[in-house]
């Protein structure tokens, strides 16, 4: 009976050590595609970055025109408010990404893979700056959507006076 016991608490590690190595094995197949893709991963992002860049300045040029758009000044400041969080998410994730030149052939194929290592390491870092942006984003929204009402509300205000 005791070797029946014992027998059975084998076969248990067994199982247990089968499922730790197999978690092993998805983490580092996991891994080695997080390395593979960190190239098309981080030019796709900076591409993504650059766009928002471009937006962000043009939604500050706009939003110093409230004199001629007859829109109140304090649905500008909500705009030009949640802009500072955004661009200081972006910035910071375009510092954080240009530390890498996967693209171009300097450093050699060395400097490259450590990079691309390097990239899927941080790879959770990049998801929580990617999850703060995307709050500034749904900030800038939001203050977009109330100065676009208000803009709406007024030009009919001022369309029926006539």
Not at 139 to 160: C, E, G
Request: charged share 25%; net charge neutral.
């Amino acid at each position: 009976m005791a070797e029946a016991l014992g027998a059975a608490g084998s076969i248990a590690g067994l199982v247990g050590l089968a499922g730790q190595i197999a978690q092993g094995v998805l983490f580092l197949h996991g891994f080695f595609s997080d390395i593979r893709d960190a190239p098309e991963e981080i030019r796709d992002l900076r591409a993504e970055l650059d766009q928002y860049r471009r937006l962000y300045e043009r939604l500050e040029k706009l939003s110093q025109l409230s004199e001629p758009c007859h829109v109140a000044d304090n649905a500008f400041d909500d705009v030009q408010a949640a802009l500072v969080p955004c661009k200081a998410w972006t910035d910071k994730l375009v510092r954080t990404i240009s530390k890498y030149s996967l693209e171009d052939g300097s450093g050699g194929r060395s400097r490259r893979l450590w990079s691309q290592i390097s990239v899927a390491i941080r790879k959770q870092r990049y998801r929580e700056y990617l999850a703060a942006l995307e709050r500034a984003k749904s900030t800038l929204i939001a203050a977009q959507t109330s100065l676009n009402t208000y803009a709406t509300v007024s030009f009919h205000a001022y369309k029926s006076t006539d």
